[in-house]
Nanobody, 126 residues
Framework: QVQLVESGGGLVQAGGSLRLSCAAS????????MGWFRQAPGKEREFVAA????????SYTDSVKGRFTISKDNAKDTVYLQMNSLKPEDTAVYYC???????????????????WGQGTQVTVSS
């Protein structure tokens, strides 16, 4: 059973930066795709970024490419989401999630992630 705890959310002005952290515990190997998702009020949860624990392969949704960076620290069992040039439309609850994936693969499909954190609020003011 994988446990995930997010931190680092908050209120920031447009153009500012935040770094989200996701502390993971309970993993027995590195065969996981680690994802960041977000959900704004009245909207469905959407994929933001993902990284493979084993290969480091990454993927981003188009709206955050060039602004957000996902990374991991194996020694700390932590995944990060560095968010720069934030926009009001980035306002949402951000969730960290884990999905079993072999061969260093990642997935962007929400339904394939079966471990989720509690979420952290990110609010970007204009």
């Amino acid at each position: 059973q994988v446990q995930l705890v997010e931190s680092g959310g908050g209120l920031v002005q447009a153009g500012g930066s935040l770094r989200l952290s996701c502390a993971a515990s309970g993993r027995t190997d590195n065969n996981y795709s680690m994802g960041w998702f977000r959900q704004a009020p009245g909207k469905e949860r959407e994929f933001v970024a993902a990284i493979s624990w084993s290969s480091g392969r990454t993927s981003y949704t188009d709206s955050v490419k060039g602004r957000f960076t996902i990374s991991k620290d194996n020694a700390k069992d932590t995944v990060y989401l560095q968010m720069n040039s934030l926009k009001p439309e980035d306002t949402a609850v951000y969730y960290c999630a884990a999905a079993r994936r072999n061969m260093g693969l990642i997935t962007t499909t929400t339904s394939l992630y079966n471990f989720w954190g509690q979420g952290t609020q990110v609010t970007v003011s204009s």
